[in-house]
């Protein structure tokens, strides 16, 4: 089937006139899930405009795969490293965040707009920090909708039966 696969994703992209380097397609832990590494000096082809040919191209080829595959599959396409790398931007802008809000005397922070699936792996990297005085939100709705990281005050607690004094 890998075999199959990789003369499906070859033919794509020599129908988008794109040529590729090297084609790497594994399958993960959980069925149906496949990573698909390319390879090509043309990635600005398939990434422009901030990724979304990139979001169209994996579409229609999830698609083409899951009907050879003859069951829903799921990809996760990486041309050249770009995802890896964008997402490793990401978390160092977060870990700038959140050592300003450590540093200032502000309780939270406003995020810049994500997309749901940005705002998914940034709730995930923080939530993995396992830091216990920061923890993320989001608030609004739709196109509003806006990532806040929280610093966790120490709350006052009151002993009114006064065992502890």
Same mark, same amino acid.
């Given at each position: 089937m890998q075999n199959k696969m990789t003369a499906l994703v070859k033919e794509l992209f020599e129908k988008l006139n794109i040529? #590729?380097?090297? +084609? &790497? +397609? /594994?399958?993960t832990e959980k069925p149906n899930i496949f990573n698909i590494k390319i %390879? !090509?000096?043309e990635s600005w082809i398939v990434i422009w405009p901030h990724g979304k040919n990139l979001d169209a191209i994996q579409n229609i080829l999830k698609l083409m795969l899951s009907k050879l595959v003859g069951e829903k599959i799921k990809i996760? /396409? &990486?041309i050249n490293d770009y995802i890896k790398t964008k997402d490793e931007r990401l978390f160092e802008f977060i870990e700038k965040e959140?050592?300003? /809000?450590?540093r200032s005397g502000k309780k939270e922070l406003a995020l810049p707009f994500y997309?749901?699936?940005e705002r998914k792996k940034i709730h995930w990297y923080i939530h993995q920090m396992k830091?216990?005085? +920061? @923890? !993320? %939100?989001?608030r609004w709705?739709? %196109?509003?909708?806006? /990532?806040y #990281? @929280? %610093?966790e005050t120490a709350k006052l607690t009151i002993d009114i039966d006064w065992d502890d004094i």
């Open positions: 040529s #590729i380097d090297s +084609i &790497e +397609i /594994l399958e %390879k !090509t000096e996760h /396409l &990486e959140i050592n300003y /809000l450590e997309s749901a699936y830091e216990k005085w +920061i @923890f !993320t %939100k989001s709705e739709w %196109k509003e909708r806006r /990532l #990281i @929280f %610093k």
